[in-house]
């Protein structure tokens, strides 16, 4: 699956759907990697925030699970370390009838770089 | 004229500045995705991989050409060495570097191979006379061919792995703004906006004009904040990885080297290495341990920004501008014991006769001490190559008949691709294995080595 452009807007989004993401790196045999650095800054709609570190996107799933209604904004970052692992993170949303309507991937393979996801979450009543 | 000119030159300047802010602004018919581009390149944020950092020749850590910088990174990797001194003429070396989580996450076991084209020792080439070309010819590839298993630790000490400091480059990345908030604001935007808008949406798509202009506005605010977050974290990024490039390595191993016995006698040997490197991660730590330990600048679970700050300008700046984020000059030590096997060579089917048969050889142990410098060479117009000088001077004890060998070595090697580099060595030694002359041997040797990073698209 090709990865989704590095900025994506998700609308509309329902409230009470489910938001996850979830990060790994693997090296280019597919063996599990621990040489990066993955994590998930989310605003809700009343301004407070969570912190997604790499010890709760790996292996994850970390998730929102009950959206409301208004915005969300999530920051994400994924640093490939010195050995230049695969760092993947996935994103998606899970409706109401356990469908995702939205679901994404995002790597970066780039030894000593961080490269940022930004997400756009609306959740429209 | 000086008077024309000047207001002219600040006109120009200022139309570049403007042109360039022109460019970044956005206007109604540009998609919300091309916006957000046009603050954040994707292209922008491509560095240099480190994985592919040259490490110089993977070849045998007993022979001479060697590096100071020994790769535990790549998962497989390979070489051949054309010599044209007389010892170790032609090798072919094989490297694997396995991880080995079993005492510390990321540690790591070499194993590598090393097979040499066989040549006649000279202590049974000269009994044999006109027999050696006849016994030559009965060696095989399989007759030199000397196997290494080796253990790096990685750890916040040791080791090129950035999963040991992942507190650390969290700690510095506190002080990097992060663009949420603005995000936010975008969502709560577009949930008040009746059209369903999405990335690839163009801004026109809002028919409320004043809805429609404060998207805009919070969209450029948002790349802005990006922007600058981004800008930030690759600067962050690059000078820590700059410095665990630069992280001594410490390695132990054993190496069992079989041998026909016109080659030479069995050896087995334990080797134990230390690289080090002026700017290190733990250099620059010991330096600026007041603002960059993480746990003496957090107070009730929240981070000392403003050290966070001074901590990250003094990183970047004690890093270097070095582009790429390669390894810098760095020193190895290495200390082997060495044992072979005392032997009894019998040489009757090569119709030689006593007293030349059989050739006795004692068994010897000896110390080999190594001393080995490289640095990579800021050259831009050969970009990505480094030099490596190594010493070794073995101390044979045994033996009264054996004299000490000295071996000394240069490399250069140039990377011509991720994958490939070509080393070129020449090597002086004050004579060949296993005799006690005294023929002093310079030779030069050719050679190609190919590597498999961890990632990427490296095929063999």
Redesign the interface.
Known sequence: MADC?????W??LKPGWKFFAQASAA???G?A?????A?V?????G?S?SDW??ADLDPGPESIDSLE???????A?L????????VTLRAWIVDAAGAKPFDCTWTN????????V???????A | MSRAIKPLGAFLLMMAIAAGAIAQQCTPDDTILVCWRKYNSVAAKTAQSVATTNTGTPSATTQAAATALRDFQSLFSAGIDAGTVVENATSVTLDWNIPFPFVEDNDRIKLQTFFTDPWLAADVSTPLGSGAATAKSQLTNFDDVATLISYSPVNQRFGRSIAPHIDFLRYLETANSDPATQLQKIAQLLADVPQTILEGSKFSEITDPAQQAAVIAQVEAAAAAEQKSSARATAIVKALTQVINNQPQIYAGGTYHYRNSLVGPDEVSVKGTFELSPKSLNRFLQSNDSVCDPAKNMTSGKVNAANAATCTSRLVSFAGTASPATASDRLAFAIEYKRAKGESVDLTKFMVVPPNTPVVRPATTSLIYSLTYGRPLPNAKIKDARVDVAVNYTNISNDPTMTNRFVASLTFSQKVSDTMTLPLSITYANHTQYLPQTDRRLGVHFGVSYKIPNSGTGQY
């Open positions: 452009p590095e900025f994506v807007i609308n509309p090296t280019n045999t063996t990697s621990n040489d990066f650095d994590s800054h989310v605003v809700q709609p301004g925030a570190t790499k209604a208004g915005g969300y904004g999530a920051s970052r640093v490939s370390g010195p050995s230049g692992p695969t393979s780039d030894a000593g770089t961080e490269f940022h930004s997400i756009v979450l609306v959740v429209k």
